[in-house]
């Protein structure tokens, strides 16, 4: 039997957190480190901490998803992060970050060199979790649209599960795009947080 010595776990570690994308700043945001103020940022944490235990039992269902959805500045990306964070620290399970816009611009800016564009979008489909940080910021174009539902409906047939982050609310995501708006509610139906109105814009306090 081959043990593996300290320093190639260590390496391996290593790998796994920077394939990850996740930066050490970004790791700072714990589950500890949000502070709920009412019942909604309660109910937030809450559902993050319930999804992430359950996680072993729902991995494999249609369920098996958590969305963040609606006001600025309300936590999503923290509670996103926190969730990423303790996936790969106490579970090892490699999830990706990706940062929506800026992935999604560097898709298209690739657009014509194919082995590359398949490379990027399989990273996404493929993760084991992926993470989609503040889809939809900004204004999308059909290319956009054309791309996210390759990777959400690749993930969707796949029973990959996701971490979405959105200013859209449930209803806003699937007038906007219904095809990838109702694949991500069924997905994420059971861990579904909604935040709403400036009061909960951690920002302004
Ligand atoms: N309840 C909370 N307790 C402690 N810190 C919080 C809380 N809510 C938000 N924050 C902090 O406020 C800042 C904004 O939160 P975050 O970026 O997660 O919001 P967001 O909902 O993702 O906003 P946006 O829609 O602009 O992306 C972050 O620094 C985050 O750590
Ligand atoms: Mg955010």
Request: hydrophobic share 35%; with cysteine; net charge positive.
């Amino acid at each position: 039997m081959v043990i593996p010595c300290k320093c190639q776990e260590l390496e391996k570690v290593k790998r796994v957190w920077k394939s990850s994308g996740i930066n050490s700043e970004q790791a700072k945001h714990t589950f500890a480190g949000y502070k709920p103020y009412n019942g909604i940022t309660q109910l937030a944490k809450e559902t993050a901490i319930k999804y992430y235990k359950d996680f072993g039992d729902i991995k494999e269902t249609r369920q098996n998803s958590i969305a963040f959805l609606g006001q600025v500045g309300s936590g999503k990306t923290h509670l996103s992060i926190a969730l990423a964070v303790n996936f790969l620290e106490n579970k090892k399970i490699p999830a990706i970050y990706m940062p929506y816009r800026d992935t999604i611009t560097s898709i298209k800016q690739n657009m014509l060199d194919k082995e590359y564009y398949v490379k990027q979008l399989s990273r996404y489909q493929l993760a084991k979790i992926l993470l989609i940080d503040d889809l939809f910021k900004g204004k999308v174009t059909e290319s956009d649209f054309n791309i996210m539902f390759e990777i959400i409906n690749y993930r969707y047939l796949n029973y990959l599960p996701i971490i979405v982050s959105s200013e859209f609310t449930a209803d806003r995501l699937l007038d906007f795009d219904e095809a990838v708006g109702s694949r991500i509610i069924q997905m994420c139906k059971d861990y579904m947080v909604q935040i709403e109105g400036k009061d909960n814009n951690y920002r302004l306090k």
